[in-house]
């Protein structure tokens, strides 16, 4: 945009140039047709490269032609010297009228790049809005600003948010990158005071760098360092300013979206908190008192063998009991933490049925479990602890709530990269209530008599949904209720292996 | 035998170790306890153990290192004691030199079956025949019979089938059995083992899906069980 106004040497040389070649073809024309025809012709020319080239070449243009109008084709020919009046008020129009024709088009070319340019920086904007609300990752963010600036104003820049700032205050200031202490101390003073400092202001003028707050709507949400090469013109400044405001808008709402967020989560561990004393505190205690008062029954006094075996089954019982409930309670936390990560390997999916039915050995005497496994289904690629826990938390919810000797079908197939695993009880189903909420955390079935902490099936989805999976639950038509679990999942090709053997 | 067996154990919560010590001892072990690894290492160079249970988790030191420590020297049973959710610290233990492991919580019954079948001695274990009732592997004929009947393997079945019964009750990890059974090269690729095992299983089991044989160690290994 520049280059209209200071054109650079190569475009004068081709203007001279130009300039001499039309007037030596003008040369050969000027007994065919006088020398006034001639400075139509040179004229001419003149406007032509008014088109292509800035004032300055332009204006060389039309002195450059005059002067040559005037020193080879004016009689007397050869002399600056102009004899006629006629022909000296037709030099003084051809001065007048090129010099108006160079800078009347060049002021037109100009308004026309200065829209062109309100254009670009529109669709800058635009852009950078656009880009900014797709993003969510902080320092994804930051690196997008970075290369935009450098694109759109050819400057390097770093982006501080007040979290950083904070870190520098706490931290200290060498910990920090490429800037030298003196300029860091400087722009976290402007942050502080919300004005922007360095070079080219009145805070800090003798520093490098260039710091701009960027103040949203609410807050100040950080501080932008720009390395300038030259101040801002007007006309840049605007467009800067529009620009640092997306940019501080984009950064108030992420930063006002995270407290939100803090608060939700925090509420979310309020609520953890309270249930874990009110439910959970109650399911320790029952089996707690169990083992407290089998125990003692058994130190004082001589009972017959069979109470005593009575009894120490009830213990047994007991601390089954309080280590489902410490499983949970670690499972729960696990997925709380939000740090859950996968451990997938390669399983056959009959060991996870046959690790569940083990240890569930006791619960499931009283059911007629039936497990329908392909023969040929492939070795999946799942975490099996995970797997393993939704597995034992579904059957054991069906053997709290369904009634003994009934069925149990546990199906398993795989379709495409899907594995589907349904299991089938003959309950009562659920009503549409249990249905909506049966895998919120702390959720008890409206009609529950049984203990529990609401846990078990908030960890099968957690952990069904960890694998990318879904699971729901519906009533069969013929009675009972069906959860049903589907996860993507990678399957082994057994021939891939043939050639071990 | 006149003198008892001397087990010691380095577990630092002493309601463990006070179990322990109840359990061993009426079932006629000597039992001798440290709650710390630094102990541990003293006791089981003064007194020589014929089998150490440790627990992983010690305060003062990894349990991984004391395994290591202890196996410079140490060449009895080492059983590991250890929380749930920890197969890659189990296979470590186990691939340094560890004969078995159990989680906590574990069943006491489970602990002694596991302290015999550590403590039996796989070199005195030369017949030609492997019994385990309905199976039978006859090791100079290289046969295996299932009910009288003589079952075809290819090379590759047969010689994992023989290292896992060789190692009756005890659990072997997947790098050990695939460095055994296929060499070093193979050492990283379980999933050609579990393909292996789900064939076997076809051939040898009654119910594959409930194998009553070869038991997986979900994350860890397999265990022949013979009975």
Redesign the interface.
């Known amino acids: 945009m520049k280059r209209h106004f200071s054109s650079s040497w190569y475009e004068y040389l081709i203007v001279i140039f130009i300039v001499v070649v039309s007037s030596l073809i003008c040369y050969f024309i000027t007994d065919l047709a006088g020398y006034r025809v001639v400075s139509f012709v040179l004229l001419f020319v003149v406007s032509l490269l008014a088109f292509i080239y800035g004032t300055g070449p332009v204006l060389l243009a039309s002195a450059l032609s005059a002067l040559i109008w005037n020193f080879f084709f004016i009689p007397p020919h050869l002399t600056l010297h102009i004899d006629n009046t006629e022909d000296m008020l037709m030099f003084v129009m051809f001065f007048i009228v090129a010099l108006l024709n160079g800078v009347l088009t060049s002021q037109v070319r100009q308004r026309e790049s200065v829209i062109k340019q309100r254009e670009e920086r529109t669709q800058a904007l635009f852009q950078l809005t656009k880009s900014l609300s797709e993003e969510n990752d902080i320092s994804k963010l930051k690196k997008m600003i970075v290369v935009g600036i450098r694109k759109y104003f050819h400057i390097d820049s770093m982006v501080f948010l007040s979290d950083d700032i904070d870190a520098l205050n706490t931290d200290g200031v060498k910990t920090v990158t490429s800037m030298p202490h003196n300029e860091i101390v400087a722009m976290m003073d402007c942050f502080n005071r919300s004005e922007p400092g360095g070079r080219y202001f009145s805070l800090y003028p003798d520093n490098r760098y260039s710091y701009y707050p960027m103040i949203g709507n609410h807050m100040k949400t950080g501080m932008i360092v720009l390395l300038h090469q030259n101040k801002f013109t007007d006309d840049e400044m605007q467009f800067w300013e529009a620009y640092l405001s997306q940019i501080s808008g984009r950064f108030e709402r992420e930063i006002l979206n995270r407290i939100a967020q803090k608060a939700f989560i925090l509420d979310e561990s309020d609520k953890l908190y309270k249930t874990l004393f009110n439910s959970v505190s109650h399911e320790f205690r029952i089996p707690v008192t169990t083992i407290l008062a089998a125990t003692d029954t058994l130190m004082s006094e001589q009972y017959p063998e069979n109470v005593q075996l009575q009894l120490l089954t009830e213990i047994n019982i007991a601390?089954i009991r309080l280590?489902q409930l410490i499983?949970n309670l670690l499972n729960i936390s696990r997925l709380e933490s939000g740090r859950l990560s996968l451990?997938v390997?390669?399983?056959?999916f009959?060991?996870?049925?046959?690790?569940v039915t083990k240890t569930l050995k006791q619960e499931l005497q009283y059911y007629h479990l039936t497990?329908n496994?392909p023969d040929d289904l492939p070795?999946v690629k799942i975490d099996?602890?995970l797997i393993?826990q939704v597995i034992h938390n579904l059957l054991l919810n069906v053997t709290q709530y369904v009634p003994q000797n009934t069925d149990i079908i546990v199906d398993v197939h795989l379709s495409g990269e899907i594995l589907t695993i349904k299991i089938k009880d003959q309950g009562s189903g659920f009503s549409f209530d249990d249905i909506t909420h049966i895998f919120d955390k702390f959720y008890r079935g409206k009609s529950d008599k049984t203990g529990g902490t609401g846990l078990g099936l908030s960890i099968v989805k957690g952990f069904i949904e960890a694998h990318k999976g879904s699971v729901v639950v519906y009533n069969h038509p013929s009675g009972g209720a069906v959860f049903e679990i589907k996860i993507p999942v990678e399957f082994?090709n057994?021939n891939d292996?043939e050639k071990?053997? | 035998m006149s003198q008892l067996e001397k087990i010691l154990i380095i577990d630092d919560e002493v309601q463990i170790r006070r179990l322990l010590e109840i359990t061993l001892s009426a079932s006629g072990y000597k039992v001798y306890e440290a709650s710390t690894a630094k102990e541990g290492c003293v006791l089981a160079a003064s007194v020589s153990p014929s089998l150490i249970i440790l627990d992983l988790g010690l305060p003062d030191a990894d349990g991984q290192d004391v395994l290591l420590r202890l196996r410079e020297w140490y060449t009895n049973p080492i059983i590991i004691l250890s929380v749930?959710?920890s197969?890659d610290d189990i296979v470590r233990a186990l691939d340094s030199g560890a004969n078995d492991y159990l989680t906590k919580?574990f069943r006491t019954g489970e602990l002694l079956a596991r302290m015999r079948a550590a403590s039996r001695k796989t070199e005195g274990e030369q017949e030609a025949v492997l019994d385990f009732g309905d199976l039978r592997i006859d090791l100079s004929r290289h046969l295996v019979i299932l009910k009288d009947v003589i079952i075809k393997l290819?090379?590759?079945?047969y010689s994992l089938l023989v290292l896992l019964a060789k190692n009756e009750d005890r659990v072997l990890t997947h790098a050990f059995i695939l460095k055994e059974v296929?060499g070093y090269h193979?050492a990283d690729?379980?999933?050609?083992l579990?393909?292996?095992?789900?064939q076997l299983r076809k051939k040898i089991e009654e119910d594959?899906?409930?194998?009553r044989y070869l038991i997986?160690e979900?994350?860890i290994g397999y265990r022949f069980r013979g009975e």
């Open positions: 601390s280590n499983e451990r390997n390669w399983y056959d009959h060991d996870v049925i046959n690790e497990v496994i070795m099996f602890g393993e082994s057994v292996v071990l053997s | 749930r959710n197969e919580p290819t090379t590759t079945e296929w193979y690729q379980p999933q050609c579990r393909v292996f095992v789900a594959p899906a409930r194998p997986t979900p994350g």
